[in-house]
C-alpha cells in the first residue's frame, strides 16, 4: 500500500519559518515527479512546489522564500518555508505522479497525503 504522510504543520508568527516532511512507503518515488500543494480554506489547491530530476518549479509568491528538496535514499520530501506570509495559510499537500511526468497540475497526480495544516498569523 503506498502510503505519503506529510508532517511539520503548526501555528507560525508572520516572518517565522517552518520545514515540512512528507515519508513516502509502499514503493520508491525517485523517477517521479512529486510537489507540494496548498489548499486554502474555501479556496482550490494549486502547486506551491514541484520537483522532478533537475526540474524545480515554485509558485511566483513563494519564490526566495520556499524550497523543495527530495532524499531519494530515505524517500522523503520536504518543503522549508522561511519568511512565511500570511497568505501562505492552508493545508499543505504532499503529492506524487505515477510516473516522471513533470506537472503543476494536481489532476495529473496519483498519490496524495492527508495533508498538514499550516497557519500564519500576522
Known amino acids: 500500500q503506498v502510503q505519503l504522510v506529510e508532517s511539520g504543520g503548526g501555528l507560525v508568527q508572520a516572518g517565522g519559518s517552518l520545514t515540512l516532511s512528507c515519508a513516502a512507503s509502499?514503493?520508491?518515488?525517485?523517477?517521479?515527479?512529486m510537489g507540494w500543494f496548498r489548499q486554502p480554506l474555501g479556496k482550490e489547491r494549486t502547486a506551491v512546489a514541484v520537483?522532478?530530476?533537475?526540474?524545480?518549479y515554485y509558485e511566483d509568491p513563494v519564490k526566495g522564500r520556499f524550497t523543495i528538496a527530495r532524499d531519494n535514499a530515505k524517500n522523503t520530501l520536504s518543503l522549508q518555508m522561511s519568511n512565511l506570509k500570511s497568505e501562505d495559510t492552508g493545508v499543505y499537500y504532499c503529492?506524487?505522479?505515477?510516473?516522471?511526468?513533470?506537472?503543476?497540475?494536481?489532476?495529473?497526480?496519483?498519490?496524495w497525503g492527508q495533508g498538514t495544516r499550516v497557519t500564519v498569523s500576522s
Open positions: 509502499g514503493r520508491s518515488f525517485r523517477n517521479n515527479c
Open positions: 503529492a506524487a505522479v505515477g510516473g516522471s511526468l513533470f506537472s503543476i497540475n494536481e489532476h495529473e497526480y496519483d498519490y
Open positions: 520537483i522532478s530530476g533537475p526540474r524545480i
